[in-house]
Each structure stands twice: as structure tokens, then as C-alpha cells.
């Protein structure tokens, strides 16, 4: 089941506007990770934000993390046509047995036009 | 380092049969687990493998299993294939449990299987 939702599910924005996306969750976690996925390809990894942060920058990446509303965002500046994939929220949290699992969102898919 | 690699990248299938995914993860990485992605469910999580022992397990039929080698590579199998299963099977490896920049799991570039 998934535990993310993101919003919007398609986006799109002229090259050099900011793109933001947002995702919410159900459970506590442990930290929250965002990934892009460039057309059926591999996933990304783009950056993590601890439970206990509320920020967290990367580049032109901005992650909010509002835990008592069980949200985030991530917001993408100055953006770039290179920046056109999909975006995935996942949240982390561990098994008992010790496992790290991460369960994604449905992703919202961008589009940047030149 | 090199990346994640997962072989084959491209695979076709028919109803019944048998399928072997195989994944090596970043050397040094010892936890290695399997995602499922179609258009319809999405991401999710299949299984996760660390000192060759299954740690855990996503919800899916017994017909999806796995296995880790000593040298921490990876293979998945599902038996019996069913239409449904056609999706991108991705494998992703992450550095050490314990440590939160172990939870940064860095992914492989997929299996396309198309099960007809």
C-alpha cells in the first residue's frame, strides 16, 4: 500500500521557474527521502530529511518536512529541462527484525518546458 | 565505485514460466532490496536481504522469493508468471545498517520484464 501521496500528480512550468511538489504521509517515520526518475529508468536518489529536521537544502533542491502535519516538499528553483521526470516522496521506517523499507508515493510527474 | 547493476536489463516472458532477476550492489554495500513498479500500484516493496537472510518482506504470493550470495549480490525469482507481473523490477543497495546514511538507497537501472 502506499504511504506517500504527492501533489500534484503532472506539473508542468516554463524553464526557469520553480517547481514545487508536495507529499503527505500516515505514519510516524524515521526520515523522508525524495528520488527522480528519469523515464522508466532507475531511480535517483535526491535527498533525505531526518524526522527531527524541518529543512533541508541540496543545489536548487529545498525539502520541508512538517511532521505534525505529516507532510513535505520539495521545491526545485531556477528549474531546467533537464529537471523533466518523475518526483517520489518515500518514508522511511524499520521491521522488526531491523530491515530499513522505504514506501514511495505515486509520484508527481514534471514536465519543464524549453 | 560503480553503480548498481541489475541483468538482465530487458526481458520477455510468457504466462507460466519461471524468471531470474539478478542485481550487484555497491561494493561495500551489504543490504540489497527488490521494488516492483508498475503504472497501476507503483513503487512497491517486494523483499530486503542482508548477510544473505531476508530481513523482510513485502506483500506479494509465495511465487516471488529471492536470495543473497555471499558476496552480496542479489537474485529474485518468480515462478509461474502471470500477466500482472509485467513490470520494472528495481534493485537498490544501501551502505550499512544502523547508521542513517544507511537508509540513502541507491538504485539500479531495472529489469523490464513483459510477461504475454
Known amino acids: 500500500s502506499q504511504q506517500g501521496e504527492e501533489d500534484p500528480q503532472a506539473l508542468s512550468i516554463q524553464e526557469g521557474e520553480n517547481a514545487t511538489m508536495n507529499c503527505s504521509y500516515k505514519?510516524?517515520?524515521?526520515?523522508l527521502q525524495w528520488y527522480r526518475q528519469n523515464s522508466g529508468r532507475g531511480l535517483v536518489h535526491l535527498i533525505l530529511i531526518r524526522s527531527n529536521e524541518r529543512e533541508k537544502h541540496s543545489g536548487r533542491l529545498r525539502v520541508t518536512l512538517d511532521t505534525s502535519k505529516k507532510s513535505s516538499s520539495l521545491l526545485i528553483t531556477a528549474s531546467r529541462a533537464a529537471d523533466t521526470a518523475s518526483y517520489f516522496c518515500?518514508?522511511?521506517?524499520?521491521?522488526?527484525?531491523?530491515?530499513?523499507?522505504?514506501?514511495f508515493g505515486k509520484g508527481t510527474k514534471l514536465s519543464v518546458i524549453p | 565505485k560503480a553503480g548498481v547493476t541489475q541483468t538482465p536489463r530487458y526481458l520477455i516472458k510468457t504466462r507460466g514460466q519461471q524468471v531470474t532477476l539478478s542485481c550487484s550492489p555497491i561494493s561495500g554495500h551489504r543490504s540489497v532490496s527488490w521494488y516492483q513498479q508498475t503504472p497501476g500500484q507503483g513503487l512497491q516493496f517486494l523483499f530486503e536481504?542482508?548477510?544473505?537472510?531476508?530481513?523482510n518482506k513485502g506483500n506479494f504470493p509465495g511465487r516471488f522469493s529471492g536470495r543473497q550470495f555471499s558476496n552480496s549480490r542479489s537474485e529474485m525469482n518468480v515462478s509461474t508468471l502471470e500477466l500482472g507481473d509485467s513490470a520494472l523490477y528495481l534493485c537498490?543497495?544501501?551502505?550499512?545498517?544502523?547508521?542513517?546514511?544507511?537508509?540513502?538507497?541507491?538504485f539500479g537501472p531495472g529489469t523490464r520484464l513483459t510477461v504475454l
Open positions: 537498490a543497495s544501501s551502505l550499512n545498517p544502523g547508521s542513517v546514511r544507511s537508509n540513502e538507497q541507491f
Open positions: 518515500a518514508t522511511g521506517g524499520y521491521s522488526g527484525a531491523g530491515s530499513y523499507q522505504l514506501t
Open positions: 536481504y542482508f548477510s544473505e537472510t531476508q530481513r
Open positions: 505514519t510516524s517515520i524515521n526520515n
